[in-house]
């Protein structure tokens, strides 16, 4: 038996290099072990994930941002969660304090991936702070001032304060700094080890959060996008400009059951949809009459359109020229995208 399993494994090593190629392209689930039976193997499987429509999709990724009255809304940090059913080409034994230092992984089975981030910073602050300061350094002088002490040592402990303060702002920002581009590295590494995105979600992110992961997400392919409790703009459409090949060709579903079924739950009653050349001449929107909670109406039946979208009303109706397969608009609560 042993030797048997020997000649198996031999002849699985041996295999011509065409015939590797395509039991790669039959979709792997396990490219981490299968690189283990040789050089040959492990050489194969590495130019063969050298392209991105051979890498494994993530299931989906999610930007939370948390309560905002604790934060001021120019430095509101971000949750990242990472959802994949597939082992990634960085994924390791020990990635959640290797790659990835601080996240946290989730328990699930060997070639799945889920894990998160702490609340973390993708840029800097944009408040000015000086001001402040310099109002603090002011109060100080004048209390020294209210003792009757010398104006020439006011003046000397004005200008220590006034340098003590600038050295500090300059090594809290580089620090600051740093720590922002390590977390965009991570991120990016994220995004070019996939081959498309199934659901993107954005919960209270900043324009600024937004417009990196945007030229980060590139020209991937975004097949459902959720964007909650979020302020709309002319420039968030192009989030997912490009995204996907032949867009018009592809067949969208947008009806109301699909995307309870994506969601894993069920929307709120206030539905409507709308086709690709509504949303660029941005009706006017009106929430109407809401239904009972437990019952859900179906969308009103449009005819074939490439482009669909499902919005739900409650928030500022967005201008999205190039989109996703299905995208959710919500301003009312915040939902999960799977579980």
């Known amino acids: 038996m042993y030797a048997s399993r020997n000649v198996s494994e031999m002849t699985l090593s041996a295999l011509p290099r065409d015939i590797i190629r395509i039991i790669l392209r039959a979709k792997v689930q396990s490219m981490k072990s299968i690189r283990l039976i040789s050089p040959s193997w492990n050489a194969i499987v590495l130019e063969h994930l ?78 000015n702070t000086w001001i402040g300061d310099f109002v603090v350094i002011a109060f100080i002088s004048c209390v020294l001032q209210y003792y009757h002490l010398n104006f020439q040592i006011i003046l000397t402990i004005f200008f220590i304060l006034i340098i003590i303060l600038t050295l500090y702002t300059s090594f809290t920002r580089n620090s600051f700094q740093r720590g922002v581009e390590l ?22 992110v900043e324009q600024s959060v937004v417009n990196i992961v945007r030229e980060m997400i590139g020209s991937i392919s975004i097949n ?39 969601l894993g739950q069920q929307l709120p009653p206030s539905t409507r949809t709308y086709q690709h050349s509504q949303i660029g001449a941005t009706p006017a929107v009106s929430q109407g009459a809401r239904s009972a909670p437990s019952r859900v109406p179906q969308p009103p039946s449009l005819p074939p359109h490439p482009r669909m979208i499902t919005c739900l009303v409650g928030g500022p109706l967005a201008v999205w020229q190039h989109g996703c397969s299905t995208m959710v608009l919500c301003a009312e ?4 995208p799977s579980k």
């Open 50 to 127: 050298s392209f991105r429509k051979n890498l494994p999709p993530l299931k989906a990724i999610t930007l939370e941002s948390p309560v905002q009255q604790f934060y001021t809304n120019k430095d509101l940090p971000v949750k990242v969660i990472v959802e994949s059913d597939h082992c990634m080409p960085y994924q390791n034994n020990d990635s959640s304090h290797g790659i990835f230092p601080g996240w946290t992984t989730k328990e699930s089975a060997s070639e799945e991936l889920h894990f998160e981030s702490k609340y973390i910073h993708f840029c800097a602050p944009q408040r």
């Open 224 to 262: 459902s996008m959720l964007l909650a409790n979020m302020e709309f703009n002319e420039n968030m459409r192009y989030l997912s400009q490009g995204s996907g090949e032949n867009l018009q060709q592809r067949r969208l579903s947008a009806t109301l059951p699909a995307a309870n079924g994506l």
């Open 333 to 336: 609560s915040r939902m999960s």
């Open 183 to 204: 977390n965009c590295r991570k991120l990016n590494l994220i995004l070019s080890q996939c081959s498309a995105i199934q659901i993107l979600a954005m919960y209270d």
